[in-house]
């Protein structure tokens, strides 16, 4: 028996487990800094956040 | 609904004057500056070191003279249980920060690390089935190294479940910084498993005081994955917990706007 079927699905699990969360991770972040700089008070008075 | 203060300006005044201590980190616009400048330093080294330990396993590292290719899942197994047991222990102590110290990051970073921390512990029980049907013609084995991992999976599903169980954020926090410091029970039970019960599942081939058994060949990249591993994990809570410092931020904004209409 082949083992590399065995080889192979976990190494595509791990690509999708270390690239699913990296992806989400960065996605999830980009759209915190586009919403907080659209209503961040401190942004128009000139303030560090 | 109760949110913690985490407003750079709110928080401003607990930070000791002058003090290196924890709590200048609780303050979210430091953090956020400080984690802004390293987030780079860890994605870059993550997504190079673990391409080299993946590929090096994959395609240059010598087959097992036992094993045969199967040995080659060990690149993504053995990281992916360091991990989830490191991962674990930084969910707890993360989890001791906020029970003892009150440190409002540490409930954020909490939240943060388990759903991450179960993502590499099912991948490692995963991969670790994958090598165990060609190797034990099994894909499941109730022995103690397994077992012990796959209630590591349901410390950190039960935490990821009871941290959001509450109305009351501050609740949840508290809850699942029990049920984690609890569970921290449960990571000297894997480690030793293999000493302490007769399993199916390998004992220790790098020890951190004895020399290892493993041929220099198959060490480095296995090394190499184990860094980039970390540093990508590493990277992945830093960027979700960034995320969930400016979500709370928002939050925090549109309640204040709401309360001033």
Same mark, same amino acid.
């Given at each position: 028996?082949? @083992?590399?079927?065995?080889?192979? /699905?976990?190494?595509?699990?791990? #690509?999708?487990?270390?690239?699913?969360?990296?992806? &989400?991770a960065?996605?999830?972040? &980009?759209?915190?800094?586009?919403?907080?700089?659209?209503? !961040?008070?401190?942004?128009?008075?000139?303030? $560090?956040? | 609904m109760s949110v913690r203060p985490v407003d750079a300006a709110q928080t401003s005044n607990a930070i000791p004057a002058g003090g290196w201590s924890l709590h200048r980190f609780a303050n979210p616009g430091r953090f956020l500056r400080l984690s802004g400048k390293v987030l780079p330093w860890l994605t870059i080294p993550a997504i190079l070191l673990t391409v080299t330990g993946l590929?090096?396993?994959?395609f240059f590292a010598p087959a097992d003279w036992q094993q045969g290719d199967a040995v080659r899942i060990?690149? %993504? @197994? #053995? $990281?992916?249980?360091?991990?989830?047991?490191?991962?674990?222990?930084?969910?707890?102590?993360?989890?001791?920060?906020?029970? %003892?110290?009150? @440190? $409002?990051?540490? !409930?954020? /970073? /909490?939240v943060e690390i388990g759903p991450v921390g179960a993502g590499f512990t099912a991948l490692c029980l995963a991969s670790g089935s994958l090598w165990g049907k060609p190797m034990w013609g099994a894909w499941w084995v109730w022995d103690a190294r397994l077992t012990s991992v796959l209630v590591l999976l349901f410390l950190y599903? &039960? @935490?990821?479940?009871?941290?959001?169980?509450? !109305? !009351? $954020? %501050?609740r949840g926090y508290r809850a699942g910084s029990i049920l984690a410091l609890v569970g921290v029970v449960n990571l000297p039970i894997i480690?030793?498993?293999?000493?302490w019960w007769n399993t199916l599942h390998q004992p220790a081939s790098i020890t951190f005081m004895g020399s290892s058994t493993m041929?220099?060949?198959?060490?480095?990249?296995?090394?190499?994955?184990?860094?980039?591993?970390?540093?990508?994990?590493?990277?992945? #809570? =830093?960027?979700?917990?960034?995320?969930? #410092?400016?979500?709370?931020?928002?939050?925090?904004?549109?309640? =204040?706007?709401?309360?001033?209409?």
């Open positions: 028996m082949t @083992h590399l079927p065995f080889v192979a /699905a976990s190494y595509s699990l791990a #690509v999708l487990v270390l690239g699913g969360f990296g992806i &989400g960065w996605l999830r972040m &980009g759209a915190a800094q586009r919403r907080l700089a659209a209503i !961040d008070p401190r942004r128009d008075r000139g303030e $560090p956040r | 590929g090096w396993g994959l060990m690149y %993504v @197994h #053995v $990281p992916s249980a360091w991990l989830a047991s490191a991962g674990y222990f930084g969910l707890a102590v993360c989890s001791l920060l906020s029970l %003892v110290w009150r @440190h $409002p990051l540490a !409930d954020l /970073a /909490a599903l &039960g @935490h990821i479940v009871l941290v959001r169980a509450f !109305d !009351d $954020p %501050v480690k030793f498993s293999v000493d041929d220099a060949s198959m060490l480095w990249p296995l090394f190499i994955s184990a860094i980039g591993f970390t540093l990508a994990f590493a990277a992945i #809570v =830093v960027a979700r917990l960034r995320a969930a #410092v400016m979500e709370r931020r928002i939050r925090g904004l549109q309640m =204040v706007r709401a309360g001033s209409r």
